[in-house]
């Protein structure tokens, strides 16, 4: 059966941040998941979840890089040593905030290359951070262009690699052109985390997903 989390910057961003936790176990959710949290104390924050008793879904990675460089995207070669100091840091807050999975932005490189890049760091990443499930973006928030040719190619990348999966946003789906329940019968197997809008919970394919065995996280946008 999915269980259900909520993205707290997209679902509830016309409340104040003090009240995303106690809103979000109010209406019952699972878990809750974060683009940003860098700036805040991982303890308190965590004491927090506790008590309202509420897990964490998924972070984001990369973390801002404070310096103005580049952040480590997974998959750009330009950034594969950000990346791998980037990962040590998100580890340090995963072992605080135990997050079920890890969402790896695969920032603005394109091409083979890049699908290259992210295989190496995929690998990098779970050997570093053991027993961490990782996420990978099919669509991206404000890409330039689409990271995959095709949605095999996304299935090439995860498939076979423990603690590994997809991530697929309905919302950036509808944006780039694609019909979520498409790309969903195409990649449904390899998804860990399924965002969806309020009209996909009501007249949508999300419906029916727990009828059709799906075990991940819907989270709520």
């Not at 299935?155 to 780039?176: E, H, M, T, Y």
């Amino acid at each position: 059966m999915a269980r259900t989390s909520v993205h707290l910057e997209r679902a509830f961003a016309t409340l104040p941040t003090s009240l995303h936790l106690s809103t979000a176990a109010t209406r019952d959710y699972d878990a809750v998941e974060f683009t940003d949290l860098w700036d805040r104390n991982t303890q308190e924050l965590r004491d927090e979840l506790l008590l309202h008793g509420l897990k964490v879904s998924c972070m984001s990675a990369p973390p801002p890089n404070y310096t103005g460089g580049s952040p480590g995207w997974a998959a750009d070669p330009q950034t594969q040593s950000r990346f791998q100091s980037d990962l040590h840091r998100v580890g340090r807050y995963a072992q605080v905030l135990r997050p079920a999975m890890i969402e790896l932005g695969l920032g603005p490189a394109r091409g083979a290359t890049a699908i290259d890049t992210l295989s190496r760091n995929i690998q990098y990443a779970t050997q570093t951070l053991p027993g961490l499930c990782f996420g990978i973006p099919i669509f991206e928030p404000n890409a330039p262009s689409e990271f995959w040719s095709e949605l095999g190619d996304a299935i090439d990348v995860v498939s076979g690699v423990a603690d590994v999966g997809l991530i697929l946003d309905a919302a950036w789906a509808r944006k780039l052109g694609y019909a979520p329940d498409r790309v969903w019968d195409a990649v449904g197997d390899h998804i860990l985390n399924l965002r969806v809008t309020k009209a996909d919970t009501e007249t949508g394919f999300a419906q029916g997903l727990d009828r059709s065995g799906f075990d991940g996280w819907i989270t709520h946008v």
